[in-house]
């Protein structure tokens, strides 16, 4: 079993719809979970980090997080064709541990 | 402005041929790292570095080897390049106390090997 697991997709959704992107994971050692935002052909981006269980917003973007069901969520308010990228959740331990990325989920928002 | 760089973006060669992929960082981050992403798989981390002189092999077997005499550069080389070897390769940094271990990572390299 892989330590984080993400559905590649991609996933196609009309301009404005509520976008739900998820990870599940098995290693309870996990504190500190991030998603990425890459563009194509640039490297991936740090769009937000939360740590341990609960909710953080930022703009049109909600990071969710329950511990208690191994499972991340970003979700996308009025999402827009400028949202159009991959999608990479990862998740570390904290510290000098190297944070473990899932492979990412190609996101298509059309107009 | 502090970035990552990597060159060349496009690489292709063939087999047989030794090659060097460049990573440098202006941001005076101490770690550094090599991944292999291939489409719709995950960032495989394949080397990393925590400061000058040091480098260790990440998850992912490979028959690359890097170097840090450097802060700023972290250079990846190939002896014999095979086209197994074929992929993307992102550099990234991150600097030392930071919790969350924030990478930064640059465009990448695509190397094809024919």
């Known amino acids: ?111 | 402005e502090a970035d990552i760089y990597q060159t060349p973006r496009y690489l292709v060669i063939g087999t047989g041929k030794k090659i060097t992929l460049e990573c440098s960082q202006t941001m005076g981050h101490d770690k550094m790292y090599w991944y292999q992403q291939d489409p719709g798989m995950e960032l495989h981390l394949i080397h990393y570095s925590y400061g000058v002189n040091s480098t260790e092999k990440g998850d992912l077997s490979s028959e690359s080897t890097v170097s840090r005499i450097r802060t700023e550069h972290f250079p990846l080389t190939l002896e014999s390049a095979r086209p197994s070897h074929t992929s993307q390769y992102l550099c990234a940094s991150s600097a030392a106390g930071v919790l969350y271990n924030e990478q930064f990572f640059g465009p990448g390299t695509r190397l094809t090997v024919l």
């Open chain 1, 1 to 111: 079993q892989k330590e984080v697991e993400q559905d590649p997709g991609p996933l196609s959704v009309p301009e404005g719809a509520i976008v739900s992107l998820n990870c599940t994971y098995s290693n309870s050692a996990f504190q500190y979970f991030m998603w990425y935002r890459q563009y194509s052909r640039k490297g991936p981006e740090l769009l937000m980090y939360t740590y341990s269980s609960g909710n953080k917003e930022d703009g049109r973007f909600t990071a969710q997080v329950d511990k208690s069901s191994k499972y991340i969520s970003l979700f996308i308010r009025d999402s827009q064709p400028s949202d159009s990228a991959t999608y990479l959740c990862a998740m570390s331990a904290g510290g000098s541990y190297i944070p473990t990325f899932g492979r990412g989920t190609s996101l298509i928002v059309h107009p």
